[in-house]
């Protein structure tokens, strides 16, 4: 039931603007030199035909990878180009139940390769989690299967992130975790803060407005840059 309604609210928060952005950056766990700069979208969402569930939908959007050692905005990644590969992460409240799942759809929590290692995954997971242990602290988690046949991602990173949010990793397949806590409020909502800079909170209705998407993401992170030197 969980997998058709959070396909609903992903359908939903593709048109959505965010109730709140903020800038953020980065920092790659294996190299202190490497940055990532993105825009957190979240979004409190409810359905007409759904009044009994809550959802809560946070978004990442990339925007421009940044070396420190050398002061150069890396090419590889434009904030145009950001914003078209926005990654989500639902949690989706069952008033009615007391129960609650975390997503999206597919099943696999979880940032697109390009993307990880920058702490940004964990900083996603803690607003789910600081936004339903405030507002559902009782409610049951659903045991969280995270499929990982169709990605690639290191067992030490997907160790470290599970644990960070609180849960207990039961059981561990060659292509698959299974993770468990039994309510929301024992969920941790901390992230990394030496990895991980709220640098800027933003306007949703000037940040998302068609056609300044990534003009004024390039112009914000260059702005920012210009003040560290």
């Given at each position: 039931m969980f997998q058709m309604e959070l396909?609903?609210?992903?359908?939903?928060?593709?048109?959505?603007?965010?109730?709140?952005?903020v800038l953020v950056r980065g920092r790659h766990w294996q190299d202190d030199w490497r940055e990532l700069f993105a825009v957190v979208a979240l979004k409190e969402i409810r359905l007409e035909l759904l009044p009994r569930r809550d959802c809560l939908v946070a978004e990442l959007y990339p925007l421009t990878f940044y070396n420190r050692r050398?002061?150069?905005?890396?090419?590889?990644?434009?904030?145009?180009?950001?914003?078209?590969?926005?990654?989500?992460?639902?949690?989706?409240?069952?008033?009615?139940?007391?129960?609650?799942?975390?997503?999206?759809?597919?099943g696999q929590i979880g940032l697109d390769s390009a993307w990880r290692s920058f702490g940004l995954g964990s900083y996603l997971m803690a607003q789910l989690i600081a936004w339903g242990r405030d507002r559902y602290p009782?409610?049951?988690?659903?045991?969280?299967?995270?499929?990982?046949?169709?990605?690639?991602?290191?067992?030490?990173?997907?160790?470290?992130?599970?644990?960070?949010?609180?849960?207990?990793?039961?059981?561990?397949?060659?292509?698959s975790v299974t993770c468990f806590i039994k309510r929301l409020e024992l969920l941790n909502p901390d992230y990394n803060h030496e990895r991980v800079t709220e640098v800027e909170e933003l306007a949703p209705e000037y940040w998302f407005a068609p056609g300044l998407l990534g003009d004024k993401a390039a112009e914000k992170v260059q702005s920012v840059l210009s003040t560290c030197h």
């Amino acid at each position: 039931m969980f997998q058709m309604e959070l396909a609903q609210f992903e359908q939903a928060a593709k048109e959505r603007r965010p109730d709140r952005a903020v800038l953020v950056r980065g920092r790659h766990w294996q190299d202190d030199w490497r940055e990532l700069f993105a825009v957190v979208a979240l979004k409190e969402i409810r359905l007409e035909l759904l009044p009994r569930r809550d959802c809560l939908v946070a978004e990442l959007y990339p925007l421009t990878f940044y070396n420190r050692r050398d002061g150069k905005i890396d090419d590889e990644l434009s904030a145009r180009l950001g914003y078209t590969r926005v990654n989500r992460f639902f949690l989706l409240v069952d008033q009615q139940c007391g129960k609650c799942r975390f997503g999206p759809p597919h099943g696999q929590i979880g940032l697109d390769s390009a993307w990880r290692s920058f702490g940004l995954g964990s900083y996603l997971m803690a607003q789910l989690i600081a936004w339903g242990r405030d507002r559902y602290p009782g409610a049951a988690v659903t045991t969280e299967h995270l499929d990982l046949s169709q990605v690639e991602v290191l067992r030490p990173l997907l160790n470290g992130f599970c644990k960070r949010a609180g849960f207990e990793t039961i059981f561990h397949a060659q292509d698959s975790v299974t993770c468990f806590i039994k309510r929301l409020e024992l969920l941790n909502p901390d992230y990394n803060h030496e990895r991980v800079t709220e640098v800027e909170e933003l306007a949703p209705e000037y940040w998302f407005a068609p056609g300044l998407l990534g003009d004024k993401a390039a112009e914000k992170v260059q702005s920012v840059l210009s003040t560290c030197h």
